[in-house]
């Protein structure tokens, strides 16, 4: 309990911190990722890692495209109060538009089913109401003349493949590991406490069915056997106006945003214009049209092409070969790719100016006041119920938002597995007025932050944060709804 003393110090800190927050744009600090020169020059890809999911110990933390790090550790003085996870979904098939005209070779899933099928509740404690376990099994008609644009194979494009699969397992194991037996912050999934987790922890998912095929196997890893005796649901918001993916319109965000990589924005253009002989190499071995757009218009599709294949199983598909003339997309090639890619990614969500940080603030601006309310609950005391620790799982370009809106000091793509972790702490003995803190987790480690009202998010008062979230977005996403429809400035 606080004495009345000490909660007056805190509504002072608190007021303080709101009136001195910083909401500016803070440009990122200078690195390989977002100098042009070493991502049009430079060979290999900084050390990151593009063909395997597992990184070797040794090479611990480091950004591997197709799995990326994830951990925490403790504190001794504070007590952990409450964390919120948010992460992309593991390795996947390409999407179809990411295909080349000709495929080389085919994309098969027959090792693992999509289920899908609708089930009573009843069905936990009434065996008469359960369901066919029913999944989707893609077929190749010998009468159909119609073949799919894309991709071809009886996989979904996309869909999380059984590598992706087992990578959701681990990352649930990890987590479990880090947050029950390091920490003792959740519940043991064991005997007599194994069904306590259930009050305690809460899963979200968005309305991309890859969300939902991560969620099933990373709950199996989290809660083992527990996960299994009965249902466990995944929140999911209405198609359209989700604030996870986020789907909900945007329109003043999404085209300051669009303009970000049009010709209106110089450093972009001069990037396109830098990187023409890479595309002409590119469009001569793949077949692909340098008049289609969608793959001139930035190395997205190139780069979830040649990275998806490199990704596969263990040691991956085999990049691309012309059949006509033999040549093939080295890895040099690749390499090239990925660097461009993380440079646009960089540009996009935090080289670009105010509009990197503004455009994400209202696109995400809805999931950010969530999470604010989450955090305002615990703090408060007793508002979040029983809920201890909920798990977003969700998107690169969710991801990305939100290290748009924290202004990550140096950016990358958020790879497969990616996740922001924020874990609210309350201090054992608090004596200067602070009572709660955060840290902000990414990769597994505190993130640093290129505004100065944020630093290194590592231990920093919870009011500070609030009051750049409330600042940004308003309590409640108040501004979203007037930044969005551009009666409130971005
Ligand atoms: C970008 O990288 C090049 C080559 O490594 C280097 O010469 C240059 O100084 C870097 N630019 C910045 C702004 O760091
Ligand atoms: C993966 O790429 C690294 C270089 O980034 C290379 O040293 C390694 O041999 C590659 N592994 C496989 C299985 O291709
Ligand atoms: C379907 O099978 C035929 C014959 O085996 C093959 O030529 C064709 O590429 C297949 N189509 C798809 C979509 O897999
Ligand atoms: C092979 O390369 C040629 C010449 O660039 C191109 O016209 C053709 O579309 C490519 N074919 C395939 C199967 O990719
Ligand atoms: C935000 O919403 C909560 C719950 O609906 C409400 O209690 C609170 O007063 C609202 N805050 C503001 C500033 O509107
Ligand atoms: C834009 O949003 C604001 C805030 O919600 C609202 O008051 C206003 O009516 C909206 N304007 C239009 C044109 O939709
Ligand atoms: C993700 C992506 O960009 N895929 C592209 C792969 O190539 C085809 C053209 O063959 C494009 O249509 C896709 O958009």
């Given amino acids: 309990m606080m004495n009345p003393t000490s909660s007056l110090v805190l509504s002072a800190a608190a007021a303080a911190s709101a009136a001195s927050v910083n909401l500016d744009w803070h440009a990122p600090s200078a690195s390989a990722v977002n100098n042009l020169t070493s991502a049009l020059q430079a060979s290999g890809t900084y050390g990151f890692i593009f063909n395997t999911s597992r990184t070797p110990d040794a090479q611990y933390g480091t950004y591997n495209w197709c799995n990326m790090p994830h951990d925490a550790a403790g504190e001794d003085e504070y007590e952990l109060r409450y964390v919120e996870v948010i992460q992309r979904h593991h390795k996947r098939t390409p999407y179809a538009a990411n295909a080349f005209p000709v495929e080389p070779y085919r994309w098969d899933c027959d090792d693992q089913g999509l289920y899908y099928f ?6 936990d404690t009434d065996a008469s109401k359960r369901s066919a376990q029913t999944y ?22 996309p869909q999380i493949t059984s590598g992706g699969l087992d990578d959701s397992r681990t990352h649930g194991e990890d987590l479990y590991d880090v947050y029950h037996s390091l920490l003792g912050f959740l519940p043991s999934r064991e005997a007599e406490d194994g069904e306590a987790w259930r009050r305690q922890v809460v899963y979200r998912v968005t309305n991309n069915q890859i969300t939902s095929q991560v969620a099933s196997q990373l709950i199996a890893g989290m809660w083992g056997e527990s996960a299994l005796t009965r249902s ?8 359209g106006v989700d604030s996870l993916e986020p789907q909900y319109p945007c329109p003043s965000g999404t085209s300051a945003f669009d303009r970000l990589k049009t010709a209106a924005t110089a450093r972009w253009q001069q990037h396109l214009d830098a990187a023409r002989p890479l595309f002409a190499t590119l469009d001569a071995i793949s077949g692909v049209p340098p008049t289609d757009t969608a793959f001139h218009a930035s190395f997205d599709h190139y780069y979830d092409n040649l990275s998806a294949r490199q990704c596969h199983g263990d040691t991956g598909k085999p990049l691309p070969c012309n059949a006509t003339t033999g040549e093939c997309v080295t890895q040099d090639l690749a390499d090239a790719v990925y660097r461009l890619g993380q440079w646009e990614y960089s540009h996009l969500y935090r080289d670009a100016g105010p509009a990197a940080l503004r455009s994400s603030a209202a696109a995400y601006g809805v999931w950010i006041a969530e999470l604010a309310a989450h955090l305002r609950a615990v703090s408060s005391g007793g ?3 029983d809920v201890r620790y909920f798990h977003n799982v969700a998107h690169d370009g969710s991801l990305s938002r939100v290290l748009a809106i924290l202004q990550i000091d140096v950016m990358v793509w958020p790879g497969m597995g990616s996740e922001v972790v924020f874990e609210v702490y309350r201090k054992k003995e608090a004596g200067d007025g602070s009572e709660h803190y955060v840290r902000v987790l990414f990769g597994g480690r505190p993130l640093k932050s290129s505004n100065p009202t944020l630093g290194l998010i590592d231990m920093l008062p919870l009011e500070t944060l609030m009051a750049y979230f409330d600042g940004l977005v308003g309590q409640n996403a108040s501004l979203i709804k007037g930044k969005c429809n551009g009666s409130i400035p971005l």
């Fill in 383 to 385: 508002g979040m119920g």
């Fill in 232 to 239: 466990v649901p995944l929140l999911i918001q209405a198609s």
């Fill in 118 to 123: 609708g089930q009573s509740l009843a069905a």
């Fill in 136 to 157: 989707w099994k893609g077929t190749n008609s010998t009468i159909n003349p119609f073949v799919p644009a894309g991709w071809i194979g009886s996989c979904q494009f």
